[in-house]
């Protein structure tokens, strides 16, 4: 074994008389003779040459060591029966001497991986257990030594007598036995055999086995009370399950505890997940196939007193429970967790949810909150479905309303980051492709028809009295940019009173519109001719430009999703909105911004990418209003090539539209007759002209002739 001082710096002690008396200070190493055995060595710190101890090391007498704590070994001179004490000064040198010493001491270098049946246990036979444990976790010892003990403790019923000798110890309070037994579980559950982990998780062996984690000897003289904690735990069973079902559930929790509160630091996780997750799925699917209980739950959540104060704790207990069913259903296998999701649905989940999106608990807000994500991520189109058939049915669409809703008005930071994960769920039009793609699943689903305008239209579209519809669902995310002190000039009076608070407090509209903003970007690029009608039609983009561009300048970070929005809008390719930007400037503040950044940071990436998708985009209208106007900014960028790439797009644009005009081509004319090549040597990607549907022809006339008229004589029909 090599010698490393970085770590074994120790001091050495001897028992004298009933008192260790310090012998000096040094560094620790041990020495492998080739024949077998070796050498505890402690070199002096003051004198290299001088050794403190040789101490040897015999094959066979692992009994003479022991090591107590993290950062203590003791060990007897077999010849002289002296007992000496090495103190580390950290835990790893004296784990790294420790497994050196073990290694040397309990087997020949010739038979290192030959296995030691386990001693009667007995509390004189914990330490010497407790040392053929420990080295068979070694990395130089085959995993069939620790296959071995795995199998002589499940065939020997071994755990029964280590729970003997664990009572015993705790009635006469043998801190050192207590201490030695918890190394041997914690070295029981490094094995990770699958065997004996699932007997150790039993629900006959559990709690004991938990009660034997209750004396660390990292540290002493505290005791962890989990028998305790276990025992005060208060099991809830609101859908009136048998007695078999609720004992496998407090087994779950028993399971959980033992993982995250006991074997945290050391536990290999996978073998762990694997009998929490088994025991889980068998739950789930005698829970959500039990139809009595599963009436109960939403019988509880339906029921005319659900809203009643004095039952807040019942729905409450209930939602939780939906809660945690929705989270565990990941776990389940493809097939049937659909069949799980969809049981739920049928039965009505969303609608008896629905009414306690704004609740004034804030767990069963918590709760719903929680639920509708879980549904948002596993399947998504089961909520988009329910709210078109909801949609059709009652009008109003309380279930979508209220997601968008809370965005919008959720006064717990968390839980609006929840509603906001939910929102840009829904309204994507492609759902993590990744995700399906790994459970090999069929391709991500598309919109159900019907929901885009179900986010667009006023409900309900067909009512005769306007003044009696809703605004569209996706307006309600307009909301605090609207109603901002900085765009609102109206009588507050007229605001309505959930939204006069952004109207009062611009700080708080500030907030909400940072999470907003991301959303309305997602709606941009998932659904632009709809989301860019409904922008223009409340002036929305000047409105959000202006929240960071008129005083007092917001935080930093609304920065960011200000030039992310307006960057969505230059990438929806959409004529309309062009000149929207263009007449109403709002790209100053993407080149106001620019001269004030520095470089190198993600503020100055974020604007120098709207100026990329311009270069991108084959929108001459973006291109001429960026050069003509910001000629001198954009030279001002030399330390990218974005600037001088518009230039030279809007120069070659240009020429093209010279040499159009030459030809006695109407400029951006899309019903003139195709060029001959022979005419315009130059120009490139001559396409046939289509012959467009009339809406299509109206709009084409409209987006290349600002002085169109709709209501002319010759509009199409």
Not at 54 to 76: C, P, R, W
Not at 507 to 512: N, Y
Not at 521 to 535: D, I, T
């Amino acid at each position: 074994m090599e010698d490393d001082y970085q770590d074994t710096r120790s001091k050495l002690y001897k028992l004298n008389d009933g008192e260790w008396v310090p012998i000096g200070v040094g560094h620790a190493t041990i020495e492998i003779h080739d024949g077998g055995g070796g050498r505890l060595l402690l070199i002096d710190e003051d004198d290299p040459r001088n050794l403190l101890i040789v101490h040897n090391l015999e094959v066979g007498m692992a009994q003479s060591y022991q090591k107590q704590q993290d950062t203590l070994i003791l060990f007897t001179n077999q010849q002289t029966q002296e007992e000496f004490g090495l103190s580390f000064e950290g835990a790893a040198g004296c784990s790294l001497i420790w497994k050196g010493i073990i290694h040397v001491v309990s087997s020949p270098m010739e038979a290192e991986d030959e296995f030691q049946p386990l001693p009667a246990i007995t509390r004189e036979n914990l330490p010497y257990i407790s040392d053929l444990l420990e080295e068979a976790t070694l990395p130089t010892r085959d995993t069939i030594i620790r296959e071995a003990y795995s199998k002589q403790i499940i065939d020997d019923s071994l755990i029964e007598q280590f729970f003997e000798v664990f009572n015993e110890s705790e009635e006469h309070m043998d801190m050192n036995s207590l201490h030695l037994i918890w190394k041997i579980f914690k070295t029981l559950f490094v094995f990770a055999n699958q065997g004996l982990t699932r007997l150790l998780l039993s629900p006959k062996y559990i709690r004991d086995v938990i009660a034997c984690f209750e004396y660390n000897p990292m540290r002493p003289g505290k005791r962890a009370n989990h028998r305790k904690a276990l025992d005060g735990a208060m099991f809830k069973n609101p859908l009136g399950l048998d007695k078999g079902l609720a004992e496998k559930i407090k087994k779950i929790h028993h399971m959980q505890y033992l993982k995250d509160s006991v074997l945290a630091a050391f536990l290999d996780d996978q073998v762990f997940e694997c009998h929490i997750v088994v025991s889980k799925n068998a739950i789930l699917r005698s829970i959500i196939y039990d139809s009595a209980g599963m009436e109960n739950v939403f019988q509880i959540l339906g029921g005319e007193k659900a809203h009643a104060p004095e039952n807040a704790n019942d729905v409450l207990c209930v939602l939780q429970l939906l809660q945690e069913l929705a989270a565990a259903a990941k776990t389940l296998p493809l097939s049937h967790r659909s069949d799980f999701l969809e049981n739920l649905q049928n039965r009505g989940l969303f609608s008896v949810i629905a009414p306690f999106i704004s609740h004034p608990n804030d767990g069963i807000r918590a709760a719903v909150a929680d639920i509708s994500l879980h549904f948002a991520i596993l399947d998504v189109n089961l909520i988009r479905d329910f709210s078109v058939r909801e949609g059709e049915q009652m009008a109003c669409c309380p279930l979508l309303r209220g997601a968008f809703y809370q965005v919008v008005h959720e006064t717990i930071e968390g839980l609006q980051q929840q509603w906001q994960d939910v929102v840009r769920l829904i309204i994507e039009t492609q759902v993590q492709k990744a995700q399906f793609a790994f459970a090999g699943g069929p391709a991500p689903p598309t919109m159900p028809a019907g929901f885009i305008t179900l986010l667009y239209e006023p409900l309900p579209p067909n009512a005769t009295d306007r003044s009696q519809q809703m605004k569209p669902i996706v307006e309600i995310l307009f909301e605090p940019i609207l109603y901002h002190r900085k765009n609102y000039a109206g009588d507050p009076n007229l605001i309505p009173p959930e939204s006069r608070c952004f109207y009062e407090n611009s700080a708080l509209a500030d907030e909400v519109a940072y999470v907003v903003l991301p959303l309305l970007s997602s709606c941009v690029a998932g659904h632009p001719a709809r989301m860019n009608c409904a922008l223009l039609a409340n002036k929305i983009p000047k409105k959000v430009t202006n929240i960071i561009s008129i005083p007092p300048s917001p935080k930093k970070h609304l920065y960011l999703s200000v030039v992310w929005f307006v960057r969505s809008l230059v990438t929806s390719d959409d004529e309309m909105m062009s000149r929207h930007i263009v007449s109403e400037d709002l790209l100053s503040i993407v080149f106001s911004l620019l001269a004030k950044s520095t470089r190198y940071n993600l503020l100055n990436s974020s604007l120098l990418s709207v100026l990329e998708n311009i270069s991108n985009q084959n929108c001459r209208t973006l291109t001429k209003y960026v050069v003509s106007k910001y000629a001198d900014d954009l030279k001002a960028i030399d330390y990218v090539a974005t600037g001088s790439m518009i230039v030279t797009k809007e120069q070659s644009e240009g020429m093209k539209a010279t040499k159009r005009l030459s030809a006695g081509m109407e400029i951006n004319n899309p019903f003139a007759a195709k060029l001959d090549d022979t005419d315009c040597d130059d120009f490139d990607d001559d396409v046939e002209t289509p012959i467009l549907p009339a809406g299509d022809e109206k709009r084409a006339r409209y987006n290349n002739d600002p002085n169109y008229n709709e209501n002319d004589a010759d509009m199409p029909a």
